[in-house]
Structures are given as C-alpha cells and as structure tokens.
C-alpha cells in the first residue's frame, strides 16, 4: 500500500505515467505469464543501431573515452550538429548555439525551464507527446491546448489557434512529423505560426525528432528558416528515432546563444553532462554513411501503406495516411467505447498491445495508436487478431 505523502512539492500533482511506458509494463507482466503479445505501443525502431554507430561507441569505451565532457557537449559532436542543420535549415548556425543532452527529452524539458514563467501560456498540440503538458505543468505555466484536426491530415485547428493567442503567450509546441498522429504541419501554417511569433513575441519550441522519417520524398522545411525565426525558435531533434539509438540517450537543440548558456548550466547543475562514448557514437552517426537512414525509412513506408490499408479493411476503423514518423492513428469512434476501454480489450483479448489515442490528451478519444515498427508479419498477425476481437464488439 502507497502512503499519501502529503509532504510534497505541488508540482509533482502533475506527474503522470507515459501511456506508452504502462502500457509497456501491462504487456510485460502479460507475458511474464506466459502470454503472447504483439508489441504495437512504444515508439522505437524494431532494428538495431547501425553498426558502424555500435563500433565506434565500443572503441569509445575501450580506448578510455569514458570521462565527463562539457555539459553542452562534445565541441566536435557540436560542430558535426551545426553542419547538419546548417545543411537542412539553410541558415548560418555557431556550433555555441547547439546542446546536446541525454536524449531529446532535456531538450524539452531544460528551454522550458528557462524560458516559462509561473502563468505563462503556453499552446501545444492534442494529440500530442506527453510530456509537452507535463513539463508545462511541471514549470507551474498555463496549458493551452490545440486540437490536431483529423480531417487536415491532423495539423493544427489553425482557427483555434489564432484564437487561444493571447499576451500571455509564452511559448508554442510544433511537433512535425508528430507523434502520435503522423501528420506533418503544412509549409503554409508554419508560415503563419512563424509570423505570429514576430508579431505577438512568443517562443516556438518545434520538435523536430522525426524529421528523418517524411514519406513524400521532400527534406521537411523547419519553422527556424522563416526570416526572423533563428531568434526565437528551440530546435530539438536527436539520435533516438534515425539512427536507432532510444536506449543511448543522446539529443540535441539548436537555440540561440544566450539561451543555450542558461540550458548548459541547467544541464551542468542536473545530469553533469551525456555519456561521452554516446557522443563519440553520436558524431559517427552524422559523418558516417547516411544509406541505411532511407533504406529503413522505405521499410517503413512499405509498412505504414500496409498497415493502414488493414486498418481501413477491418469494419469500424478508418485511417488516414499519415506522411511521416512511424504511427497510425486510426479512428475507432464508431465503436461506442471508451479509447482505453478498447485498448484494454484488445490487448487482454487479442494479445495485441497498442495505446488509446487519451495517452495523448483529451482530444485523441475516438482514437488508437499503433506504431508500425514492427516486422510485416507481426503487423499481419496483429492486424487478424484485431479484426478477430472488433468483430464481436
Ligand atoms: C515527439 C517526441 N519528442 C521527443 C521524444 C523523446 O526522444 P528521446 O528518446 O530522444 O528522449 C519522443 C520519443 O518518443 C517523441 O516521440
């Protein structure tokens, strides 16, 4: 039995688990019994790290590299950063303005921290990754939350957006392509989020990390191109979803100077620094051969056409085609149940774990979330069962 300890900090009220975390451990303590389950929750690629990337980390380690770094990062891993996003966003970028960080998770959590005040409005997309409410919580600032609509591809309601703009608008959350929808926000609302930036002086916090995985073929326009942008947009991307790397921890933003001084000593006065052979891994991953990035991309194309093709199949669902990172969201409202109550049902009858849209907010009821980084057979499999069970609803 858990003691109500009464003696906490307010801010830990606002603490809650990760749907994708819980759900994790329910399918664990499924198959600890015995169970078969087919993994369709948590959002890591089903491939190992490149091996070029795991050599490198070894070597790191076996020579010695195994000592503290500079909180901000590795000045080498900096600069191949800054090369990077100077190639794909096409401004200038000083290697002083990147932070790496033990995943892409302090890279939200720490500009935050230094930029929201108590108060704070700060607007962010439902359906959206937990944690932008959660930090925002955290941070004691306002949630304001934006519908992702479904039936523009979920992008931002834009109309509410305009809105829920207020003077107290601190900060806006993009997160294209986004978890958990798939949706990619289009060139012509970036456009028009970036200049509401300049007009009413809010912070863009865009979070870039599935970047990489866009399937109409084009490199995805970040919102810090737009003129103006570079003084008020935090770029977050990281190694995790690209290179395979989630257990590696390694993330990085690009933000602008002074601000990147406040987040190194947030980062100097929390974790000390990353773990020096991941950077070292880090830094191969960005110079070493870049093929095996879109040779996984096209397996994954290769798996969402399958994937919401079968969902489209099974009466009761429909799909839409999500253009980038590896998630379907598909709507299941014709059901008549509660999100959760058909997640649960699904993973207790069909033995198949995937995640209400809820564990994204309130706005993904209605909605399941399925990560196709999974072979196509499991997917197959999956998707019979899925079938199976929806059938007798
Ligand atoms: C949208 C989004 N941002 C950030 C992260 C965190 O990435 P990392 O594992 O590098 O901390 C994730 C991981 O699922 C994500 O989906």
Redesign the pocket.
């Known amino acids: 039995m858990k003691k109500k300890l009464d003696y906490m900090a307010e801010r830990t009220q606002y603490l809650f688990p990760e749907g ?1 975390y819980s759900y994790l451990s329910l399918a664990g303590e499924m198959e600890s019994r015995g169970r078969e389950i087919i993994h369709l929750e948590i ?2 690629p089903d491939f190992q790290t490149f091996d070029n990337i795991s050599k490198a980390g070894i070597q790191a380690i076996s020579s010695g590299k195994t000592r503290y770094t500079s909180p901000a990062g590795i000045t080498e891993l900096r600069e191949a950063i800054a090369h990077y996003l100077k190639e794909r966003t096409g401004i200038p970028i000083s290697s002083h303005q990147i932070v790496v960080g033990p ?4 890279l ?1 959590f720490f500009p935050m921290m230094a930029l929201l005040e108590p108060g704070d409005e700060v607007i962010y997309p439902d359906p959206g ?1 937990p ?1 932008y409410k959660s930090i925002i919580d955290i941070m004691g600032a306002e949630p304001v939350p934006i519908p992702l609509k479904e039936e523009k591809d979920f992008s931002f309601d834009m109309d509410v957006f305009f809105e829920k703009l207020t003077p107290r608008t601190r900060m806006v959350i993009i ?1 294209s392509p ?2 958990p929808t798939g949706g990619i926000i289009p060139e012509d609302d970036l456009a028009r989020i970036a200049e509401a930036s300049l007009k009413y002086n809010f912070w863009v916090l865009s ?1 870039e ?2 970047s990489r995985l866009s399937y109409g073929g084009e490199t995805l326009k970040s919102i810090i191109s737009f003129p103006g942008m570079e003084d008020r947009t935090i770029l ?1 991307d ?4 690209t290179y395979a790397m ?1 257990g590696w ?3 990085y933003a690009l933000m602008p100077e002074l601000l990147a001084d406040k987040v190194e000593l947030l980062l100097t006065h929390s974790v000390g620094c990353t773990a020096s052979f991941t950077q070292l891994a880090g830094i191969e991953a960005l110079k070493g051969p870049q093929e095996q990035v879109d040779y996984y991309r096209s397996i994954f194309k290769k798996r969402r056409d399958f994937i919401v093709n079968g969902l489209n199949q099974i009466s009761g669902i429909s799909c839409r085609m999500p253009q980038g ?1 590896f998630y379907v969201f598909p709507n299941v409202s014709s059901f008549g149940r509660k999100s959760e109550d058909l997640a649960l049902h699904i993973l207790n009858e069909a033995g198949v774990c995937l995640l209400p849209g809820t564990s994204f907010g309130q706005n993904g009821e209605g909605y399941l979330r399925l990560c196709y980084a999974n072979s196509l057979e499991a997917i197959e499999k999956a998707l019979e069962k899925i079938e199976e069970v929806l059938r007798k609803i």
Not at 103 to 106: E, T
């Open positions: 994708a959002g890591q995943g892409a998770k302090p939200l990754f944690s997160n986004s978890n979070d990390i599935y977050v990281g190694f995790s979803k989630t921890r390694l993330g990172a």
